[in-house]
């Protein structure tokens, strides 16, 4: 289903304690906004929290996640005060995440994985916008803006993360599978998660349906929910997008 036609209901009094329940703390504000090279800081965080609700082998045995930037909705997590640290509401999570989307980890080859990248950009294979997916720890890309659609994709590097632990842990020698444009390993494959409306071809990702051996999984806000329960509600310490290990950032934009 397309996001954009997606109703989704308001807190109301019967709901407002599970709304005010607190399931994590955060350093500092989160927005859904894009830097220069589409990054969000929401987004990261929701990118992580799909891989690890998709990393171990019985639920996916994914090694990255991708996150669609218009299903991270404003304004992210903030504290309107503007103070922080923050304790992060399942409301506050619910209003960034409230399409009720679920997992899906699929299969793709090397050269499928930077189809997928290439298609975030106007003009290549049937895209009609900019579309800047979201990333999960240990994957890294640059892109060139002034490159020709379809051959934006400069560098992609995976450096395989452990995110089901805190704070994530680099767990393998980074692999470098795309290097000046050039497809390393082409027939090399990945598990990767998305949500469903991205593995059916939403938002014009049409390389997701080449995607194999797909395995459903939970709910996004359920994965949100357990990545910050887990790791960053007290008296765990606050979730940091500064920290080294969150490997943030994670997009590159090249002239």
């Known amino acids: 289903m397309p996001m954009s036609t997606v109703k989704y209901p308001t807190v ?13 703390t955060i350093t500092t504000g989160l927005p859904n906004t894009a830097n220069a090279a589409g990054e969000m800081p929401a987004g990261s965080l929701i990118a992580d929290a799909q891989l690890q609700a998709t990393q171990p082998a019985s639920l996916g045995g994914a090694v990255m996640a991708f996150m669609n930037a218009g299903g991270v909705r404003s304004p992210g997590f903030v504290n309107a005060a503007g103070t922080y640290p923050y304790n992060v509401t399942y409301g506050n999570a619910f209003t960034v995440q409230p399409f009720g989307n679920s997992l899906v980890t699929m299969t793709l080859t090397a ?43 400069t560098n992609v590097t995976l450096t395989p993360t452990d995110v089901t632990v805190t704070p994530p842990a680099v767990t393998g020698p980074a692999d470098n599978i795309v290097v000046n444009g050039v497809v390393q390993n082409p027939s090399k494959t990945y598990r990767v998660t998305v949500n469903n409306f991205m593995a059916t071809g939403g938002d014009g990702f049409t390389v997701l349906l080449g995607g194999t051996n797909s395995l459903g999984g939970a709910q996004d806000i359920d994965a949100l929910t357990a ?4 790791g960053y509600k007290a008296p765990k310490a606050a979730y940091d997008p500064t920290l080294p290990a969150m490997a943030i950032p994670r997009i590159t934009a090249l002239p």
């Not at 109301?12 to 994590?24: K, R, Y």
């Not at 950009?121 to 803006?145: D, I």
């Not at 990545?227 to 887990?230: A, D, E, H, P």
């Open 12 to 24: 109301t009094p019967q709901l407002s304690p599970l709304a005010n329940q607190v399931i994590g």
């Open 111 to 153: 050269q499928q994985l930077k189809d997928f990248l290439e298609q975030q950009f106007t003009g290549c294979m049937g895209q009609t916008a900019q579309r800047v997916m979201q990333v999960s720890n240990g994957l890294k890309y640059a892109w060139s803006a002034s490159a020709p659609a379809c051959s934006k994709i």
């Open 227 to 230: 990545y910050l329960v887990g």
